[in-house]
């Protein structure tokens, strides 16, 4: 068991956003995560991280107790968490090499790593994980805004993977996104999964994505989760909510993948 969270309650003045909540995310797992807008997807992930804390409960990230952690602690944490946001919230006046190894250069990274990284060792790092998002180095002196915006998500994938993350936390990566850029978000999330031996936790709206690419499903819901599952557990699902998320998506797939 690699995050877990136990009877974790959150509330945001008299707003319950979540209600005792527990599970757990399997090392090498993707769970998505699935939820109407204001369920608390997003707060989710920043617990796990130590940007919120819980009202009571535990979020457990290594066998380490994030709610307990000093700031050294949440350092470690966020080193091996890399979230992954919607926009790629590149910085436009620094060049793509200066972006992917902004991360490697923080006092926060020199001090978990005990050490800092020689720029040859920083150079070689930004090629090889702009490689594993399929960049390859002559894009390394091009600035942001001259790149596609495929090509920036890209960029910024390969800015979190730089300080080698065990976990990579994805808020709504393919929102917003055409069909063609889903796929290839989708693909990569997949990949990197499989490649790295990552965990992931994606926080989507995407039911397609998450029947596509998850190995199981959580539905938040009123601050409560409302399913828990294997694919093919949550296609059985008869719950209301979730036989809505699931309609539209169905219908759109050829009957030998429903
Ligand atoms: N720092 C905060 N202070 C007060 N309320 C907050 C804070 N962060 C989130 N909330 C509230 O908690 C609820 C859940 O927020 P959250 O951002 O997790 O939703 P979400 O499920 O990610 O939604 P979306 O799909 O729209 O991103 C919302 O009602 C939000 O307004
Ligand atoms: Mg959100």
Same mark, same amino acid.
């Given at each position: ?21 527990? *599970? ?7 769970? *998505? ?136 936390? *994805? ?88």
């Amino acid at each position: 068991m690699s995050i877990a969270f136990w009877e974790v309650t959150k509330n945001f003045g008299p707003k319950r956003i979540l209600d005792n909540v527990s *599970f757990d995310v399997a090392t090498g797992e993707i769970l *998505f995560i699935l939820g109407k807008s204001g369920m608390g997807k997003s707060v989710t992930l920043k617990h796990i991280v130590g940007v919120l804390k819980p009202d009571s409960g535990a979020i457990i990230v290594d066998g380490m107790n994030v709610t307990k952690l000093d700031e050294d602690g949440l350092a470690e944490i966020r080193r091996r968490c890399g979230m992954v946001f919607q926009h790629p919230a590149l910085l436009d006046s620094l060049t793509v090499y200066q972006n992917v190894s902004f991360g490697l250069r923080t006092p926060q990274f020199a001090r978990t790593l005990r050490r800092t990284l020689s720029e040859e060792e920083i150079r070689a790092r930004a090629i090889e994980k702009l490689a594993l998002v399929h960049l390859g180095p002559e894009l390394l002196e091009r600035r942001p805004q001259e790149l596609s915006y495929g090509m920036q998500k890209r960029v910024s994938l390969a800015r979190t993977l730089a300080p080698e993350p065990r976990y990579l936390l *994805f808020d709504e990566p393919t929102t917003g996104l055409d069909p063609v850029t889903t796929n290839a978000v989708n693909d990569l999330i997949l990949e990197l999964s499989r490649k790295l031996k990552v965990t992931s936790i994606v926080v989507s709206h995407d039911m397609a994505c998450a029947l596509k690419v998850a190995d199981r499903i959580l539905v938040l819901d009123q601050a409560r989760i409302l399913a828990w599952g294997t694919v093919p557990e949550i296609k059985r699902s008869q719950e209301p909510l979730i036989r809505d998320f699931l309609s539209e998506t169905l219908a759109l797939l050829p009957p030998e993948e429903r």
